[in-house]
């Protein structure tokens, strides 16, 4: 299997990996479905920034959702810091978690999943432009799929890949369509005082 491929399960901001990984590497399909996916990465000028994803997940079988809980608890955190070590040995740079956190809730049958985290060295910085590209690496999507990207309220946006399908004031959005999209590739710089 080529790193390409193992990347391409990468959600924005990972909750979505993190999920599934926990149940591909019990070698079994997950017995939920993925009802919606949020993912918000807030980013700093150093380069640095703390991503939140929220997943909703539907189970059929409430055993399978009780066990997918204490797995989640007890896995999620490793889980998640070797994904980030794959991820900084994809790059070429070292990206280090510095916090992380979880929370899982029910709502109306659904499961919610909400992780964040705070990521140094997530962007590369260069004569203060900053540039968030990680490579080929993509974003698995699901129908209801929302990924925004928040930049600091001065920032100037210089290019973004994938073209976002809106911007509102400092935040870029993308819905995705297709079941995967590149990880957004925006480089900004600070705005003139």
């Not at 990468?10 to 009802?35: C, D, H, N, W």
């Not at 997943?55 to 009780?66: P, R, T, V």
Request: glycine share 4%; no cysteine; hydrophobic share 35%.
């Amino acid at each position: 299997m080529n790193q390409k491929t193992i990347f391409y399960i990468l959600i924005a901001f990972v909750a979505f990996f993190v999920v599934t990984q926990l149940f591909m590497s019990f070698g079994r399909k997950p017995p939920f479905e993925i009802v919606y996916y949020r993912s918000k990465m807030e980013y700093d000028y150093d380069g640095s920034a703390t991503f939140t994803a929220t997943a909703g997940l539907y189970f059929k079988d409430k055993q399978k959702e009780e066990e997918y809980k204490k797995q989640y608890a007890e896995n999620s955190t490793r889980t998640f810091q070797e994904y980030f070590d794959q991820v900084s040995e994809k790059v070429g740079r070292e990206i280090s978690v510095i916090s992380m956190d979880s929370t899982i809730s029910s709502r109306s049958g659904v499961l919610e999943v909400i992780e964040t985290a705070r990521l140094s060295n997530i962007a590369t910085v260069q004569d203060g432009l900053v540039d968030t590209s990680l490579k080929d690496i993509s974003i698995y999507s699901v129908k209801d799929s929302e990924v925004t990207m928040a930049l600091p309220r001065d920032a100037i946006v210089v290019s973004a890949q994938p073209t976002p399908t809106k911007v509102v004031e400092n935040q870029l959005y993308w819905y995705p369509q297709e079941e995967s999209m590149a990880f957004p590739a925006v480089r900004f710089k600070k705005g003139e005082d």
